[in-house]
């Protein structure tokens, strides 16, 4: 029986699923640690047979891997996918990654993305992070012909401010937005040790709202801390991309696992598993489209979806409210 239910925004014709799939986490074992190619491919035709239909991916993940991997698992199915990659970070042969939004660029991106993905078109093209070098009208003229050309669907940004986005709209229909949020980052001033420019309750949610666009949260599950699974002495693979977060990582972490920790009493008391309360509680905002949880197996992937099968009642949602605040 599927479980799964569709939401819907103004700017995107196809309805996309609440619960969607981050493929960062299938870039191989060189970024997260625990998974195989094989166990990858599983998971997201596991996923698409639960009817998940929002992937996000970027040529970043991997350095092209994850890309790859996405258009393996999905052969036979792509009609039933909506495939949200994105553009503007690319890496040199010694994969020294910089921001580059230029049309140039964007030309070779688009072609090196169609050909590991193996498809004719990808619905949502995602600019990655903003690019200070290039004025944003020359990106957004480059999108609009790849638009027109039938290459994209749809254009979004992801981790830009207000201002950026209202900037880039003048020149073009930007249809999504993405960024960092969680229950215990709910307008957070940066991402690893980027600084980040926009405030996703106060100011993203708002605008969205307003635009009729598309919301994507990404680390709904703050990369695992808010799961019943993440331990006060974690220990992450050497090449584990947590480590760059220092959040995850001493001094910082103390602070967050201890309010980690009442997260899982309340969902203790629940019955239910933190992944599904902190999934839910992010399910019941109108703002968010598709939740793009990572899930490095099959058991976490369908964990996650059963989520769907409950609501949080009205008393849990106050008390969460009053953690959350402290
Ligand atoms: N636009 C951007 O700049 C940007 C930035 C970051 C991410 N993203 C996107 O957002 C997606 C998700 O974000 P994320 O990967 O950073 O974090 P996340 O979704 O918050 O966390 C994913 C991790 O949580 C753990 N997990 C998931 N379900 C679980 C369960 N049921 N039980 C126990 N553990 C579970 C797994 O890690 P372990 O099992 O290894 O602990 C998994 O890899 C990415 O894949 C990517 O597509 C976009």
Redesign the pocket.
Known sequence: MKIMFYKKVDKIKEPLSAIGY????ISGGDF???TTDESSIKTIQTAIKNGVNFF???PV?GFGHAEEILGKSIKGNRSKIFIAS?CGLVWDDDRNISNNLSPDSLEREINASLKRLDVDYIDLY?C??PDPQTDIKNTMKKLNELKDEGLIKYIGL??FSIEEAKMAMYFGEISSM???Y?MLERNPDS?HNIPLEYKTEKEVFPFVKKNGIAFFP???????L?????GESHNFDKNDVRNANPKLNSPLFDKYYDKSLKIREIAKELGK?T?QLAINWLVQKDEITSI?????NT???L??IEALTWNIPEETNEKLEKVLEE
């Open positions: 981050g493929c960062w986490g997260w640690s625990g996000d991916v970027a993940y994105k995602q990655h992070w992801t981790n993405q960024g960092l969680n991402y990404y680390s709904p599950l703050f990369q695992g808010l799961t019943d699974s993440f598993p992944s793009i949880a990572g899930a490095q058991e976490q992937l964990q996650n």
